[in-house]
């Protein structure tokens, strides 16, 4: 079984920062896309970040010059460091990866529990 933990979120005044992490567990051969994603209240869940094989991540519009993703391949966790804080970035923040457990099977997504960013003063 593959389980994505998050950690990180929290409540930030406007302007602060914030870190998010996501461990990745279990039996993976390879992971193709590790992401990002976030719900507002009474929104469609959007892309945040994401981060391709190859390593280069792509970012919402929304969040570009704020937002950082990186990654630890040996520990398969992926994290998102959030500057500049602003109250439209208040959501439950999701990672997601795409992987392959085995070799030859199939690739599937995954999802994490979610966790809270509230930027409020």
């Known amino acids: 079984q593959v389980q994505l933990v998050e950690s990180g979120g929290g409540l930030v005044q406007p302007g602060g920062s914030l870190r998010l992490s996501c461990a990745a567990s279990?039996?993976?051969?390879?992971?193709?896309?590790m992401g990002w994603y976030r719900q507002a209240p009474g929104k469609a869940r959007e892309l945040v970040a994401a981060?391709?094989?190859?390593?280069?991540?792509n970012y919402a519009d929304s969040v570009k010059g704020r937002f950082t993703m990186s990654r630890d391949n040996v520990k398969n966790t992926w994290y998102l460091q959030m500057n500049s804080l602003k109250g439209e970035d208040t959501a439950v923040y999701y990672c997601q990866a795409n992987l392959r457990r085995r070799f030859g099977t199939a690739d599937i997504d995954y999802w994490g529990q979610g966790t809270q960013v509230t930027v409020s003063s």
């Open positions: 279990g039996s993976i051969f390879r992971i193709n896309v």
């Open positions: 981060l391709t094989g190859d390593g280069s991540p």
